[in-house]
């Protein structure tokens, strides 16, 4: 669709005085709403009818043409802004130029696990928004059914976890509750067995096929402190990963990738063959 602009939106045009407040948690709170940005994350908020605004600089609507249609046909509201503007919005150094906001796509634990899941990835207390949504983005591709994020954790909302999730967090249900015991009776509830990573866990992940073929949700520690010991002895088994290199262990996302893809290999083996 032609955009005109000849009257961009600029830095000091409300709704991008608006939009740009969507970077401080509480603000996304309040409104409901939280902003995307670059192609990836807009593309799927836009397919998904997760997002109601585009906001676009003259660069960008060429760049990225066919985003830009597609938002036509789905009924988004474009609006032309200034480079500035892009800038106001942006929270990276080089912006892309392309911004979508967005209604709040989080879940309830329960609705992200309702049905039978076989699949969930259980982030306990995660801090680093690049690792929240790195773990989302995991998730989607292993097929999981849906991420819990558990305890206190950073908001897969913002700006660095979204552009980390590279549009997965549109395509996976993703919850968060502080109350981690509740969070572990609810996947109890649902049939789901609870493994744990763990340095000196007592199966191996290479001996563990048999547990992993079971509809499973996975804990995974925090960056710094990993799992606690009381929430270990909570699992029902503490699965380690086997290192035979020099390194003394694997970050979140690294560890979490390796359970996962094994975990998905052992539930969808008879699907594939």
């Known amino acids: 669709m032609a955009l005109d602009f000849n009257d961009p939106f600029t830095e000091r045009t409300p ?14 709170r309040k409104d409901k709403k939280f902003l995307v940005e670059g192609e990836n994350s807009v593309d799927a908020a836009i397919a998904t009818g997760a997002a109601t605004d ?18 036509g046909y789905m009924n988004v509201y474009i609006h032309a802004i200034t480079d500035k503007a892009a800038k106001h919005l942006s929270d990276t150094v080089t912006t892309t130029g ?7 796509v989080m879940w309830s634990v329960g609705k992200a696990i309702n049905g039978q899941p076989r699949l969930v990835s259980v982030p306990v207390e995660t801090r680093e928004p690049g ?26 909302q913002g700006a660095k976890a979204v552009r980390s999730s590279a549009g997965s967090l549109f395509h996976i249900p993703v919850a968060r509750n502080t109350d981690i015991n509740d969070v572990l009776g609810q996947l109890r509830s649902k049939g789901l067995q609870i493994l744990a990573t763990s340095a000196d866990g007592e199966v191996d992940l290479d001996d563990a096929e048999e547990l ?11 960056e710094a402190h990993g799992l606690g010991e009381e929430l270990l002895a909570k699992a029902d088994h503490r699965i380690r990963i086997p290192i035979r290199g020099r390194a003394e ?18 539930l969808f083996a008879d699907e594939e063959r």
């Open 15 to 28: 709704r991008i005085v608006n939009a740009a407040k969507l970077h401080r948690a509480s603000q996304r």
């Open 212 to 222: 992993l073929s079971k509809p499973t949700a996975w804990l995974f520690g925090n």
């Open 131 to 156: 690792n929240a949504g790195t773990l989302i983005r995991v998730s989607d591709a292993v097929g999981a059914d849906a991420v819990v994020f558990a305890g206190e954790s950073v908001d897969p």
């Open 249 to 266: 262990s694997l970050n979140l996302a690294t560890a979490a990738a390796i359970c996962l893809y094994e975990s998905s290999k052992a």
């Open 98 to 104: 392309i911004f979508a906001l967005c209604d709040d």
């Open 54 to 71: 585009l906001f676009v600089t003259e660069e960008a609507a060429q760049r990225f043409e066919a985003v830009v249609r597609t938002a």
